[in-house]
């Protein structure tokens, strides 16, 4: 399937088998320990795994420049889903992930998830990082935020936290026995996905997915990603530094301090926006 949702007619009908199906979304142009030589960056491609029986989709991730509708509508299908393509400068930045193309994934993600059956069992969601990574709770955090911003913006909950919806991991890959082993963490989660049970077409719930999240997920995500000129005016002045902290001569206390009132933010923002909607 395109960028627009339009299938192949030379795609063969492929059913869904017992062991689930898992979608790695990738970043689109970018090679990483997940990328096949022979599927496209551009393109929703899904295939039957000859060793372990799972279903793979492989599916492109936003751009800054867009949405990503391809990954919502594959990773709406999977029991476990595995954004690749991320690096530690992408997680440690200020803002985090949020401000990155993955934070525009993850959201896509969430919206997707947030407007099908929430009694489904809970997806895995595994954030592949290609190196090393020091410290993956402040990257589980901004996740968690992301999350609560679409929560608030898609269906007005406050109360729904991610934990709800997904088991995250955060791994970093720095080999590719790392690769296998994720893969495998995957495949092994494959069996949560809604088409487990069934012997449903693929390709034809990759479509149906299309066509529902297209319209919802391009009119929720353009106050996620905000922009660093805007962050550097409107930040500072309401920084809360923490006491006994001198932010010129400990900048990790100016990161996370920023990272907080980021989040606060953005929440409020996107509760701000659906309530001048409505």
């Known amino acids: 399937m395109d960028a627009s949702g339009v299938i192949n007619q030379r795609a063969s009908p492929l059913n869904a088998s017992s062991k689930g199906v898992i979608a790695l979304i990738s970043s689109p142009g970018d090679m990483d320990s997940f990328s096949s030589p022979s599927s496209s960056s551009k393109t929703v491609e899904a295939d039957m795994d000859d060793t372990s029986g799972c279903i793979i989709v492989r599916s ?3 751009t800054l420049g867009s949405s990503s509708n391809a990954a919502a509508a594959a990773s709406s299908i999977a029991g476990a889903v595995v954004v690749t393509g991320v690096i530690p400068s992408d997680c440690e930045g200020i803002g985090g992930i949020a401000e990155t193309r993955h934070g525009k994934t993850l ?3 969430f919206s997707s998830k947030l407007n099908s059956d929430e009694s489904l069992e809970k997806a895995l969601l595994m954030v592949a990082v290609e190196g090393t990574l020091e410290e993956d709770e402040n990257v589980i955090q901004d996740i968690a935020a992301i999350f609560k911003s ?3 913006s898609v269906s007005g909950k406050e109360d729904i936290v991610l934990e709800d919806l997904f088991e995250v991991q955060i791994v970093s890959v720095t080999s590719q026995d790392d690769a296998a082993m994720v893969m495998s963490t995957a495949v092994a989660a ?7 049970q069934t012997s449903e077409n693929v390709v034809s719930a990759i479509t149906q997915a299309y066509s529902t999240t297209t319209s ?4 929720t995500t353009s106050a996620l990603l905000c ?3 805007t962050l550097v ?8 530094y923490p006491p006994g902290n001198d932010v010129l001569t400990d900048p990790s206390s100016l990161i996370n301090s ?3 009132q980021q989040h606060f933010f953005k929440t409020h923002w996107m509760a701000m926006t659906k309530t001048h909607s409505s």
């Open 60 to 62: 492109p991730g936003a």
């Open 107 to 109: 959201y896509s993600i």
């Open 150 to 152: 679409c929560a608030m």
């Open 190 to 196: 494959g069996v949560r996905s809604p088409l487990s």
């Open 216 to 219: 919802s997920t391009d009119t």
């Open 227 to 229: 922009d660093d000129s």
């Open 233 to 240: 005016i409107l930040v500072p002045p309401v920084l809360n």
């Open 258 to 260: 920023v990272r907080k």
